[in-house]
C-alpha cells in the first residue's frame, strides 16, 4: 500500500513540475495534472489542500536550503572579530556563493520553479529576499567599519537594492543557462570578482 502511495505521488510531482513549468503556477490547472497523473480529485486532495500546496511540496524544501546557507555563512561571519571580518569578508563571501552554485546547481528544475514559475506564490520574491538579506548585512558590516574608524562611502538604498537585486539573478540566470557546469563556474568566478570589485572600492579596501 505504502509503495502504492509513493507511485502515485511520483506521478503526481512529475507532471505538476511539468505544468507548473509550462504555465507558471497561476496557468496551471490543477484538473490537468489530476487527469495526467491518472488520479481523482478526490485522492489529490487526500495529499494536498491545494495547487500552492503542491508547488509548495515542491520548491520548498530547495527555497529553505539556500536561505540557510546563506543564513550560516553570516552567522560565522559575525562570530569573527572586526578585524577578522575586514580579512575574511571576501573567503566568506565565496565560499558562501560556491555553496549556492553547487546546491542550486544540482536541483535546477526546482529552482526554475521559483524563479519562472512562482508568480502567485509566497516564493514570487524568493530574489527580493535574498536581496534583502545581503542589503541587511551589508549594512551591518559598514557600520562595524566605521565605528573602527575605516572610510565607507555609502551609496543611494534603490542603488544599492538594485545592485544587489541584479546580482543574484544574474547568480541563478547563470545556474539555470543551457551551458556547461566548468562554463558556468568560471562565470561564477567573475560575477564575483566583478561585484566585490565594487564593493571594495567603496569600502575603499582597493584604495
Known sequence: MEEKENDTLRKIFAVAQT????????????????????????????????????????????A????????GILAEFEKLSPEQQ?????????????????????????FRLILKSSDGTRYENFIQELARKDMDSTEDFCRLLESQGTKVERIDPMIEELVITG?????????LSDIP???????????????????????HFSD
Open 86 to 110: 575586514t580579512k575574511s569578508m571576501d573567503n566568506y563571501s565565496s565560499t558562501g556563493l560556491t555553496k549556492m552554485f553547487e546546491y542550486a546547481w544540482e536541483h535546477k528544475n526546482a
Open 19 to 62: 505544468e507548473f513549468l509550462d504555465k507558471g503556477f497561476r496557468g496551471a490547472s490543477l484538473r490537468a495534472i489530476v487527469k495526467k497523473a491518472g488520479v481523482t480529485t478526490g485522492a489529490f486532495y487526500g495529499y494536498f489542500k491545494s495547487k500552492e500546496a503542491l508547488f509548495d511540496e515542491l520548491v520548498q524544501e530547495h
Open 181 to 203: 557546469r566548468a562554463e558556468a563556474e568560471r562565470g561564477l568566478a567573475q560575477l564575483f570578482r566583478f561585484y566585490r570589485g565594487g564593493w571594495n572600492s567603496l569600502m
Open 167 to 175: 546580482t543574484f539573478s544574474s547568480f541563478f540566470t547563470l545556474i
Open 64 to 71: 529553505a536550503h539556500i536561505m540557510g546557507i546563506y543564513d
